[in-house]
């Protein structure tokens, strides 16, 4: 078992997600994927939501889970959760069990934003004792690239593309994290693949914690985003510089920013190596991005000031 | 010994998944079936019960998390109606696609628009073919005698599929009927230890529910899908034979009364089947040869057997608590006549629609159509092969 988190540790722990599995080289999903079962010190049951991740990792007859995994459907990852962890619980009070294991649910954007956020909310307010792990690649990626309330403003997808009077994503995209925060779980998150240690502590502080839990992770997606398949952690760097995603935990009702960007870059390092923000730039578009600027500017301020009203500001403990 | 109770339905059925005892119910209130999960939550409330309750929000999660921890590795049962099977139809077909042995009552209701909550079958006729075992119920002693019986047919290590237990809305879940309980013990041991095939739980031995499945092997899935479906008459009979041990109940297939001889027919399903049987009687009284087929299993559907048992009929009514729309016939009415095609010589078929929405089935009803078979069987003239009855004009 790892006490602590180093690279030299982790570097000697199985991984959990085999290669092989048939994920776009560059997308972000099977990192944040082996970044939260690398971080587990614990046996872990993991459900996955239909979408990229299940479809390209559990094709009959190979699966790249080398953990105890479930699909169901599309939009009741955490209910299936909820029931694989019950019955744990049912056997384990009977005596029938005594392994102490943990339980993950994994979903998209679409499939946690969307189809399956009553699911999700179901199963925080029951009080399981699981993670639900969002991957937000802002679209239905899998189903190619459309519109879901995740989708950032000005996004180009293939259901609300740009044209000539419509100019992409006229809506901003839904808080989820404030969102499943109100639920007054006990633990909510927000991390990215580029602060891999913020990431992984994070989940370590989850599965530590009893009862429902919550984490976004952004999760880049070089053919939704149009970007390079090799930009995929340095654009969600860019989401986090640029506070478009914020890293921050909501722990018993306490915020806390877990990183503050030295110098926070305008959105347009964001959008500019993203195709899908391209029409952005054009003089008509303009107010999107300032729009856009607002948001963020508004929202990050709001989370300073919720965080400056907590009370019990600290390190997250390494161990 | 048994012990004798004046119970509704509804009672009965919680009173068998409490004499079951599942590891884990998820559930979500609705009529008619609500009052089952009411019962049943007490129970385990008062730790009359291992179980693990989970209150979902919907009946869509509650199938959810019913495939979650049967998967996991454990018996598992919930109970539903109407617009919550309905609710629930997306994952029926992923309860059996992955084998999980679940057992779900559904109080049978009427489907909206316009919105009814009174009893017939289009909700468990919508889930026909969803892969489920289907197990129909006259009266509250066949819904407790068949739930207990599910749980051993669906958890069979040759079938490992769904089991759905029948039982008419309000008509039989809510009235009060005489009932032979059976010892909590003698259940116990009837529907003996879960036996886990992969389950989740085993950490040592990970295993992958639910993959992806191309057109590669997808059909080779299916067949051995319907294969199975094939072996589930003999476990349903075998079944019911260890069940006589216990009960002196005696249960098939599907119930004959005074078939064997007769020359015109009725089938119909669960509670509107004892009202018919008094009116055969009385035609049997006047010296008519009227008979009765109540469909017991009716997924997988024994045509073969039921083919068999009507043949030799001269005429024989069919009667739909459900339409199937667009299927011009009732949904038995086709079964019926499927298992009867492959016969030379087979009985002239009529199709009745009765029911809908709670609308009583009366005796009259039944000698209506008794006495228009007589005359079918009489001219071989058939005037209209599908008709509502018991319907304004």
Same mark, same amino acid.
């Given at each position: 078992m790892i006490k602590t988190l180093s690279l030299k540790e982790l570097?000697? #722990?199985? /991984? $959990? &997600?085999? +290669?092989?599995?048939?994920?776009? =080289?560059?997308?972000?999903?099977?990192?944040?994927? #082996?970044? /939260? $079962? &690398?971080? +587990?010190?614990?046996?872990?049951? =993991?459900a996955t939501a239909t979408g990229c991740l299940e479809v390209s990792t559990c094709i009959s007859d190979?699966?790249?889970?080398?953990?105890?995994?479930?699909?169901?459907?599309?939009?009741?990852?955490?209910?299936?959760?909820?029931?694989?962890?019950?019955?744990?619980?049912?056997?384990?009070?009977?005596?029938?069990?005594?392994?102490?294991?943990?339980?993950?649910?994994?979903?998209?954007?679409?499939?946690?934003?969307?189809?399956?956020?009553?699911?999700?909310?179901?199963?925080?307010?029951?009080?399981?004792?699981?993670?639900?792990?969002?991957?937000?690649?802002?679209?239905?990626?899998?189903?190619?690239?459309?519109?879901?309330?995740a989708t950032p403003l000005g996004a180009d997808t293939t259901t609300r593309p740009a044209g000539s009077?419509?100019?992409?994503?006229t809506e901003q995209k839904k808080n989820l994290t404030r969102i499943m925060a109100a639920h007054g779980i006990p633990y909510a998150a927000q991390a990215s693949p580029s602060h891999w240690m913020d990431l992984m502590k994070k989940v370590r502080k989850a599965l530590d914690i009893k009862g429902p839990k919550f984490m976004n992770?952004?999760?880049?997606?070089?053919?939704?985003?149009?970007?390079?398949?090799?930009?995929?952690i340095m654009i969600s760097k860019l989401a986090v510089d640029t506070c478009y995603w914020p890293l921050y935990e909501v722990e018993d009702g306490v915020t806390r920013i877990t990183y503050t960007p030295k110098e926070k870059k305008p959105i347009v390092d964001f959008l500019k190596p993203q195709g899908r923000f391209k029409h952005l730039f054009k003089p008509e578009n303009e107010w999107i991005i300032k729009k856009f600027q607002e948001d963020i500017d508004r929202e990050w301020e709001r989370l300073k000031k919720e965080a400056s009203l907590s009370t019990t500001p600290g390190p997250i403990p390494t161990t | 010994m048994a012990k004798i109770a004046a119970v509704t339905g509804n009672e009965a059925v919680a009173n068998a998944l409490m004499q079951?005892?599942?590891?884990?119910?998820?559930?979500?209130?609705?009529?008619p079936a609500t009052d089952i999960m009411q019962r049943f939550t007490s129970f385990v409330s008062n730790a009359m019960v291992k179980t693990e309750m989970i209150l979902v929000e919907s009946e869509h999660s509650a199938m959810s998390a019913c495939i979650?921890?049967?998967?996991?590795?454990?018996?598992?049962?919930?109970?539903?109606?109407?617009?919550?099977?309905?609710?629930?139809?997306?994952?029926?077909?992923?309860?059996?696609?992955?084998?999980?042995?679940?057992?779900?009552?559904?109080?049978?209701?009427?489907l909206s628009a316009p919105l009814n909550i009174h009893g017939d079958h289009s909700d468990a006729m919508g889930a026909r073919d969803s892969g489920w075992i289907q197990l129909w119920s006259e009266n509250a002693q066949e819904a407790y005698d068949n739930t207990i019986q599910a749980f051993r047919i669906g958890e069979h290590m040759e079938i490992r599929l769904p089991v759905i237990v029948c039982l008419d809305g309000f008509i039989i879940s809510h009235s009060i009927e005489r009932i032979e309980y059976l010892e909590d013990e003698d259940v116990s041991n009837f529907v003996g230890e879960f036996r886990q095939v992969s389950p989740l739980l085993d950490i040592g031995h990970p295993v992958s529910y639910g993959p992806l499945i191309l057109p590669d092997y997808y059909m080779e899935f299916r067949k051995a899908q319907d294969e199975v479906m094939s072996k589930v008459s003999k476990v349903v009979l075998d079944t019911a034979k260890e069940f006589e041990k216990?009960?002196?109940?005696?249960?098939?297939?599907?119930?004959?009364?005074?078939?064997?001889?007769?020359?015109?027919?009725?089938?119909?399903?669960?509670?509107?089947?004892?009202?018919?049987?008094?009116?055969?009687?009385?035609?049997?009284?006047?010296?008519?040869?009227?008979?009765?087929?109540?469909?017991?299993l009716y997924r997988p559907f024994p045509y073969?057997?039921?083919?068999?048992?009507?043949?030799?009929?001269?005429?024989?009514?069919?009667?739909?608590?459900?339409?199937?729309?667009?299927?011009?016939?009732?949904?038995?009415?086709?079964?019926?006549?499927?298992?009867?095609?492959?016969?030379?010589?087979?009985?002239?078929?009529?199709?009745?629609?009765?029911?809908?929405?709670?609308?009583?089935?009366?005796?009259?009803?039944a000698e209506f159509v008794l006495n228009e078979l007589v005359e079918i069987a009489a001219t071989e003239k058939v005037k209209i092969i599908k008709e509502y009855i018991g319907v304004r004009e």
């Open positions: 570097s000697k #722990k199985e /991984v $959990l &997600l085999t +290669s092989g599995h048939r994920m776009c =080289a560059g997308c972000g999903a099977p990192t944040v994927v #082996k970044m /939260v $079962l &690398l971080a +587990s010190d614990y046996p872990v049951i =993991a190979y699966t790249s889970w080398k953990i105890p995994w479930i699909h169901n459907a599309f939009e009741n990852a955490a209910a299936t959760i909820a029931g694989v962890e019950s019955m744990y619980r049912s056997l384990k009070k009977q005596g029938r069990i005594n392994k102490e294991i943990k339980f993950i649910a994994f979903g998209g954007d679409g499939g946690t934003y969307d189809i399956g956020i009553q699911s999700l909310s179901g199963a925080m307010e029951r009080g399981h004792d699981m993670l639900y792990i969002c991957y937000d690649n802002g679209a239905y990626m899998n189903t190619g690239i459309q519109r879901s309330s009077v419509i100019p992409g994503k992770i952004i999760s880049p997606c070089n053919r939704g985003w149009r970007s390079r398949t090799d930009d995929s | 079951v005892n599942p590891d884990v119910s998820a559930a979500y209130p609705i009529t979650g921890a049967s998967a996991a590795g454990g018996r598992v049962m919930t109970a539903t109606s109407s617009q919550g099977l309905a609710l629930m139809w997306e994952m029926l077909f992923i309860a059996s696609g992955l084998r999980l042995p679940i057992v779900m009552p559904v109080v049978n209701r009427a216990i009960s002196g109940r005696r249960y098939g297939l599907f119930e004959t009364y005074r078939l064997d001889d007769a020359e015109i027919g009725l089938v119909i399903l669960n509670s509107a089947a004892g009202t018919s049987k008094d009116v055969i009687d009385e035609f049997r009284n006047r010296g008519i040869k009227a008979g009765l087929l109540k469909p017991r073969k057997e039921i083919g068999e048992a009507l043949k030799h009929l001269k005429a024989v009514c069919v009667l739909d608590r459900a339409d199937a729309f667009g299927g011009s016939y009732g949904p038995l009415f086709i079964d019926i006549s499927t298992s009867l095609y492959p016969y030379s010589k087979k009985p002239i078929l009529i199709n009745k629609i009765y029911g809908l929405g709670g609308r009583d089935y009366l005796p009259e009803h």
